[in-house]
């Protein structure tokens, strides 16, 4: 009996329970069949094995893969090697040589809609999380859609492999929800270290913006501890292994899911990696970004070198004084260190698994949650200041940060790239982290399977698909590997056809897909994208054809209006059956997030308060001082 023929239909609810396009509007509605949904997943399994010729066969006749979901966090297009990169990574390259690599992949733009999306199989906006909880306005919290953590009545993927007999293990960053019933302990993970906010320092056990009192580490589910000696990469994976385990619990298939913090910011990294870099990126990001799409075509990623638009967001690199440049060059460098010693502890994690005999049946697949971030917290990006942006430069000396830069990315240094930088990282690609240009929803996806035993690769390995891909096609994709039938329900495309096949797409030209984060708008169908972005666009619709324009350079809303009208009605509807909503013309995701996280802080206000009066007293104190000495005299 093959893998192929052992698959345990695990259905949730009924077709009549849920739509095969939910209608958010009425979400709330939506129930599934009792008992719960673990317990469906799980006695569905059990039952399945207890009926001869149906059950999962004994481990000495076939082999159930391990998967290892590994999940960067702002990472660009064009950030590792076998992208293009100048950034070491050999083991995640390794993995794309004997695996295949994906170039038309796209995510949300932002962090916790596109872990939604992994979790689910599902459209962010079904599962409520349509950004991310600290953006989302005050005119949109009362919707279902936009409630910025994971219902818990949608069943996760670690919910599902684990009702078909999967040890399932997690440690990295969630940002899905931390009350109760929301942890992934509690959403079906067996093992778990959780980061539950946007974002943490990666060296110590401390927030990263002010919004946060602290960093929210969790452990099983119970508030942890981080080691004196922690970096976030290396702690991560050290995780990873001691819940993998050794050869005897590795008897039972793992599904583990690694969420890194590399290399979201404050970028950090140890200066051994930094090192490596400190003469590299001294020509500034128009140079990187000319390179990264030599890069692109050299790997065959892309099929040529492409110039892409110049950024209005980038400053012009000779505008920089030479102490400028000197400090935005090492800079770069660290976020070059943090990719790299991602990818070193990565190899750790592939050299546990060799030693306890699992890597020649593992699955590996990598991705980033979006792309490069660019925005800027710390410092101006102009030619008269590297100065800290106040109020952050205040909030910074509070939280005993620095960016010095002799030891920037190091512990107590606080960085970001900015923007001429995080378009170099996506390659030719337009915009970058929050936009819906190419820059921000594309992302490199890399699936590698094992060497024996177990076949998920194409013969042609190493190979580059450019078939159109949709986050929500990670969870299908996951299940097939495993044996397990997908759902009806789910939305997203299992991509195990064209790493088997010779097939070139899983999509038809007629299958579309739509996005919304922030105001900011995409539908995807066959070659095309139509697409808005509130500020680069200057609010209005575009349409490009990705397979030849993936720069997204010429519009043709203009040359095809047919096409253009008819996808715009498709987005239409989509945007109506998800309860997608508007923003607010003065909306600004970065602003809204420290307003409503400052508000929501106790006691913030209070202390923000005093620390701004402290000078007002101190002087006041040293004025009655001196007088009283004079009157002394």
């Known amino acids: 009996q093959t893998l192929a023929d052992v698959k345990v239909s695990v259905r949730i609810g009924s077709p009549e329970r849920i739509p095969k396009r939910p209608d958010v509007t009425n979400i709330l509605s939506i129930k599934f069949a009792q008992p719960t949904v673990r317990a469906v997943l799980f006695y569905g399994s059990a039952i399945a094995a ?47 040589a004997s695996g295949m690599r994906f170039s038309n992949f796209h995510v949300a733009a932002s962090c916790a809609p596109t872990r939604a999306m992994l979790m689910t199989g599902l459209d962010s906006h079904t599962v409520g999380v349509a950004n991310i909880p600290e953006a989302i306005p005050e005119d949109q919290a009362h919707a279902p859609a936009y ?14 492999l684990q009702g078909a007999g999967y040890r399932t293990l997690m440690s990295g960053k969630w940002h899905l929800g931390f009350s109760d019933g929301e942890k992934p302990s509690q959403r079906g993970f067996d093992r778990t270290l959780m980061l539950a906010d946007t974002g943490a320092d990666n060296w110590r056990q401390r927030s990263y913006l002010p919004i946060y009192a602290e960093a929210n580490w969790f452990e099983d589910g119970e508030p942890t501890t981080l080691p004196e000696d922690f970096y976030s990469s290396e702690y991560l994976v050290d995780k990873a292994i001691e819940y993998i385990g050794d050869e005897n619990e590795a008897q039972q298939p793992f599904f583990a899911y690694v969420a890194f913090q590399a290399v979201h910011i404050p970028v950090q990294a140890p200066a051994a990696f930094r090192d490596k870099y400190l003469q590299t990126y001294t020509g500034g990001g128009h140079d990187l970004r000319t390179a990264r799409s030599e890069g692109l075509a050299r790997t065959g990623v892309l099929p040529a070198v492409l110039q ?27 976020y070059a260190g943090m990719v790299d010693a991602m990818d070193h502890h990565i190899g750790r994690l592939i050299s546990h698994l060799d030693e306890i005999g699992e890597l020649d049946n593992t699955v590996f697949i990598f991705l980033s949650d979006n792309g490069a971030e660019g925005s800027i917290v710390t410092r101006h990006q102009a030619p008269d200041s590297n100065a800290p942006v106040a109020p952050f430069q205040l909030w910074m000396r509070l939280a005993n940060y620095n960016s010095d830069v002799q030891t920037l990315g190091e512990r107590d240094s606080y960085h970001d790239i900015g923007p001429a930088w995080a378009s170099a990282a996506v390659g030719p690609l337009s ?56 759902p009806d329900e789910l939305e997203g495309k299992s991509l195990l056809p064209l790493l088997g096949s010779d097939a070139q797409t899983v999509r038809g030209d007629e299958d579309g897909f739509g996005y919304e984060l922030g105001g900011n708008k995409a539908w995807f169908q066959g070659d095309h994208k139509l697409v808005f972005n509130r500020f680069a666009n200057m609010g209005k619709w575009q349409l490009f054809n990705l397979e030849n324009d993936p720069t997204e350079s010429q519009d043709l809303s203009a040359s095809e209006p047919e096409r253009f009208a008819s996808m715009l009605a498709s987005y239409d509807a989509w945007a109506a059956d998800r309860g997608v909503l508007p923003v607010a013309e003065d909306y600004n995701q970065g602003q809204t997030v420290l307003s409503k996280g400052l508000r929501n802080r106790p006691g913030f206000s209070l202390t923000l308060g005093l620390a701004a009066l402290t000078p007002v007293l101190l002087v006041v104190f040293l004025a009655i001082w001196w007088r009283r000495r004079r009157l002394g005299a």
């Open 147 to 160: 409630q910025g953590v994971l219902r818990t009545n949608i069943p996760t993927i670690a919910e599902m």
């Open 431 to 486: 915009w970058y982290k929050f936009f819906a240009g190419e820059g921000g929803l594309r992302v490199p996806l890399v699936i590698s399977g094992a060497q024996a035993g177990v076949s998920v690769v194409s013969q042609d390995a190493g190979s580059v698909s450019p078939a159109l891909g949709w986050a929500t096609d990670i969870v299908p994709t996951i299940l097939g590997l495993a044996g397990v039938a997908a």
């Open 308 to 334: 892409g638009l110049p950024m209005p967001t980038t400053v012009s690199w000779q505008a920089l004084s030479g102490e400028q440049q000197a400090f935005e060059a090492r800079g770069m460098a660290v």
């Open 50 to 96: 207890l009926i001869p010729g149906l059950g999962w066969p004994d481990s000495s006749q076939t082999t159930r893969p391990n998967i290892v979901l590994l999940l960067a966090d702002d990472l660009g297009f064009s950030d590792l090697g076998s992208y293009g990169s100048e950034i070491d990574t050999p083991n995640i390259d390794r993995l794309a």
